[in-house]
């Protein structure tokens, strides 16, 4: 059993997604209310966020974290409250909400609460690369530049990601040559994406890592060797595995990656520039994350 829950931080993210943050933060504190917990509400601006949450985690003594937000609101509040046992519970209100679609949360905010409120926890690795956590997936190359162009286009959603790919796709310089030491062996291997996941989906559903697990101290370098549109089109389907003639894949606890030339990279969305060299460790069970009591983590 969880231990009694006295008083709780909302982060919040006003801009992520397209609903009405404030009918979402009646319904939690209304609730709270009735049960007598207490409620601090932290609303981001997008300027030094990590360094206030930090400041209110120190000055209060929280059981646990709610985060209204997408990927990037998660990640920051992850990365302020590392090391602290706090476990956190997510309401979907990002647009893509990548992160989340591997949990099974229920659809409506109601329904996330009850979560949010109960004992059930998973315990779940985090993969440290460079300076950054990652929550579920990272990668060089051509997703990252999708990434790049889609953070400039004026328009925003899915149907916004679509239209990058194509001139992305002519421009890109795919495939990369990349050189990767782990676990004691190094190998040379040439992708168009190479992927670091944690999790096994993508916001947009596509499950590129179906035999990963969460909380096995490891971790999954993918290589994507081509752009197979066949192959990637089965990612959205309820496939075991991925086809070796498509996708290279290792499951390691640590790892060096380098490349001769500048590659695009991201971490849960967020384009970081052109790298030539990371460094990736996993943190095991580095956080407690409220899930619906049918979750299963594939253990």
């Not at 360094?51 to 990927?71: E, P, S, W, Y």
């Not at 990272?138 to 004026?154: M, S």
């Not at 004691?184 to 291997?189: D, L």
């Not at 994406?193 to 944690?198: G, P, R, T, Y």
Request: charged fraction near 25%; proline fraction near 3%.
């Amino acid at each position: 059993m969880m231990k009694e829950i006295n008083h709780v931080l909302f982060v919040v993210n006003p801009i992520a997604g397209n609903d009405n943050k404030e009918v979402l933060i009646d319904l939690v504190q209304t609730e709270l209310r009735n049960q007598n917990i207490e409620l601090t509400v932290y609303t981001t601006t997008g300027d030094g966020d990590g360094h206030q949450i930090k400041d209110l985690v120190k000055k209060h003594k929280f059981d646990r974290v709610f985060i209204a937000g997408g990927d990037g609101t998660i990640k920051i509040t992850t990365e302020a409250i590392l090391g602290k046992n706090l476990p956190i519970a997510i309401f979907t209100a990002g647009s893509a909400n990548g992160f989340a679609k591997n949990f099974d949360l229920p659809s409506t905010y109601e329904e996330q609460l009850k979560v949010a409120l109960s004992d059930f926890v998973f315990k779940m690795d985090l993969v440290k690369i460079n300076d950054h956590i990652s929550l579920h997936l990272a990668d060089f190359g051509v997703n990252a530049e999708l990434i790049q162009n889609y953070d400039k286009a004026e328009w925003r959603g899915k149907v916004s990601y679509l239209m990058q790919s194509v001139p992305t796709l002519m421009k890109s310089g795919h495939p990369f040559e990349f050189d990767i030491s782990t676990d004691g062996k190094s190998f040379s291997i040439e992708a168009s994406v190479l992927s670091i996941a944690n999790c096994q989906k993508y916001g947009t559903g596509a499950c590129i890592n179906p035999t990963g697990l969460m909380d096995d101290g490891k971790f999954e370098i993918i290589a994507f060797k081509s752009l197979n549109l066949i192959e990637i089109v089965k990612t959205f389907t309820n496939q075991v595995e991925l086809n070796p003639e498509f996708a290279e894949t290792h499951s390691v606890s640590g790892a060096t990656i380098t490349c001769k030339d500048p590659v695009p990279f991201q971490i849960d969305g967020e384009y970081l520039g052109e790298l030539t060299k990371i460094e990736i460790s996993i943190l095991k069970k580095g956080l407690e994350l409220f899930v619906p009591e049918s979750f299963k983590a594939n253990t």
